[in-house]
């Protein structure tokens, strides 16, 4: 799936990645697989309970509730994840990158049975492939997506940026910093940016700020990337 951004309030913008299809479809297979398993294993265990009516309604409760419930309980209580989404390490978040509240994971849950019940999941992948921010019916009525946690290794995991031929400088104070502290701003920044907590953004710039004694007139989010920018800069001449 392609990356998608998105502006907070505090108008920073917000780089999402969105979790494949692929990631989806097997975090599915992975939670269904378990919940398979639990009532294969719940059957066998409740196999000689009477069968009155009551014993009846012991059984399905047994078998048929936590089913029925799985993925809103987990998602609600385990930060947007169940154990499928977190064994391919991708989870439910707000479009902004921040935590869904209960109602959010409720309406999405309930959405599922158009999303994916009806039809075999084909309406969730097809909304999800035209939708371009990783969303299928239930997520849109809920502002919610599905984004991997997955880190890539890339030139971003490094210290290096690329900086072009004809770029100018604006913080010569970057000088005074040190590799590693160059390479704790970026790591923040990066990860700040993937969990769309703009508050840490905001924190960053303001402590570059007071170390380097300069202030900056840009968004916050592009005064941490310049000062970034900056310093490979100044240390690859």
């Known amino acids: 799936m392609d990356n998608f951004q998105i502006e907070t309030a505090q108008n920073i913008g917000i780089q999402q990645n969105s979790a ?8 599915f297979l992975i939670d269904f697989f378990i919940m398979i398993i639990y009532s294969i294993i719940s059957a066998l265990l409740l196999a000689g309970f ?15 509730l ?3 419930l799985y993925y809103l309980m987990f998602e609600t209580f385990w930060d947007g994840k169940t154990p499928g989404k977190s064994a391919m390490k991708i989870k439910v978040v707000k479009l902004d990158g921040s935590r869904p509240a209960f109602v959010n994971y409720l309406i999405r849950w ?14 969730a992948v097809v909304t999800i492939l035209l939708n371009g921010k990783g969303q299928r019916l239930g997520d849109m009525a809920a502002k919610t997506t599905v984004i ?4 890539k290794l890339s030139l971003a995991n490094t210290l290096a940026v690329e900086i072009p ?11 005074i910093l040190k590799d590693r502290d160059v390479q704790e701003v970026k790591e923040i920044y990066r990860n700040a ?8 953004i905001i924190a960053l710039a303001e ?3 007071n170390l380097l004694g300069v202030k900056f007139d840009e968004k916050p989010m592009v005064f941490v990337k310049r000062v970034i920018e900056d310093y490979n800069y100044f240390t690859q001449q």
Do not use: C, W
Not at 165 to 175: C, R
């Open 110 to 123: 309930l959405l599922r049975i158009i999303d994916i019940s009806l039809g075999s999941g084909s309406i």
């Open 148 to 151: 991997s946690e997955k880190r």
């Open 193 to 200: 940016r993937i969990k769309g907590n703009h508050k840490v």
């Open 66 to 68: 936590p089913i029925f």
């Open 207 to 209: 402590k570059l700020s």
């Open 20 to 27: 494949s299809i692929g990631d989806r479809v097997l975090a």
């Open 165 to 175: 031929e004809d770029y100018v400088p604006k913080y010569p104070q970057v000088t």
């Open 50 to 64: 009477e069968a009155d009516r009551f014993g009846e309604m012991v059984y399905y409760m047994v078998i048929g």
